[in-house]
């Protein structure tokens, strides 16, 4: 089954500095990788995804990044904010039609 | 339209009992899956139904089963509850499938095993 690893485990940026995240995932058949965000109390919801037809894609001041070949994919946040503040969940699907999580990073957005 | 319900919000049980979980999905969305959430753990798969019909399953104990019902609405089941077992659980619904479209998530349902 995929494996995917999530890096780091927390992150602390100062407000208006950039986050980024990174994953690994094992399955080289995996071709969807969705980025979710939990504030804390709250459900986790999808704030960007990627598909393997492309290598980057971008949504205001949020970028997912993915390379193929050495199966990896990032999270990037520009200019941080105090909202940005979550934990946040990389996944990759596998060729078994399920759906890995990372372990999540914690992100704290200094004011 | 209305979000993915989960119920109940917040239970505690005695080891060895068992438990109930109910998740009534987004109208029009036929996949229900079932995710632990434990500190340092992420989200941990524990399994998909899809039209009534199990459609994948995570590495959990045989303790942890489910069924969705023609109505979509699914329920997880736990016997034999350990301490281990406490968790958050959450349901998510979607389209098509786990695997290639976004999930909504319910707010879960807190177990407490004492």
């Known amino acids: 089954g995929e494996n995917v690893e999530q890096h780091p485990s927390t992150l602390s940026v100062q407000e208006g500095d950039s986050a980024v995240i990174k994953c690994t995932y094992s399955?080289?058949?995996?071709?969807?990788f969705p980025w979710y965000k939990q504030e804390l109390g709250k459900r986790p919801q999808l704030i960007i995804d990627?598909?393997?037809?492309?290598g980057e894609k971008k949504d205001q001041r949020i970028a997912v990044t993915l390379n193929k070949t050495a199966k990896h994919f990032s999270l990037h946040i520009t200019e941080t904010q105090p909202e940005d503040s979550a934990v946040y969940f990389c996944?990759?699907?596998?060729?078994?039609?399920?759906?890995?999580f990372g372990a999540g990073t914690t992100v704290t957005v200094r004011a | 339209k209305a979000g993915v319900t989960q119920t109940p919000r917040y239970l505690i049980k005695t080891r060895g009992q068992q438990v109930t979980l109910s998740c009534s999905p987004i109208?029009?969305?036929?996949?229900v899956s079932w995710y632990q959430q434990t500190p340092g753990q992420g989200l941990q798969f524990l399994f998909e139904?899809?039209?009534?019909?199990?459609?994948n399953k995570g590495n959990f104990p045989g303790r942890f089963s489910g069924r969705q019902f023609s109505n979509s609405r699914s329920e997880m089941n736990v016997s034999t509850l350990e301490l281990g077992d406490s968790a958050l659980y959450l349901c998510?619904?979607?389209?098509?499938?786990?695997?290639?479209?976004?999930?909504?998530f319910g707010e879960g349902s807190r177990l407490t095993v004492l």
């Open positions: 998510a619904s979607s389209l098509g499938g786990t695997s290639d479209g976004e999930l909504f």
């Open positions: 399955d080289s058949a995996s071709n969807y």
């Open positions: 990627i598909r393997s037809n492309v």
């Open positions: 996944a990759a699907n596998s060729n078994d039609y399920k759906l890995s």
């Open positions: 109208s029009g969305h036929r996949s």
């Open positions: 139904y899809f039209s009534e019909t199990q459609r």
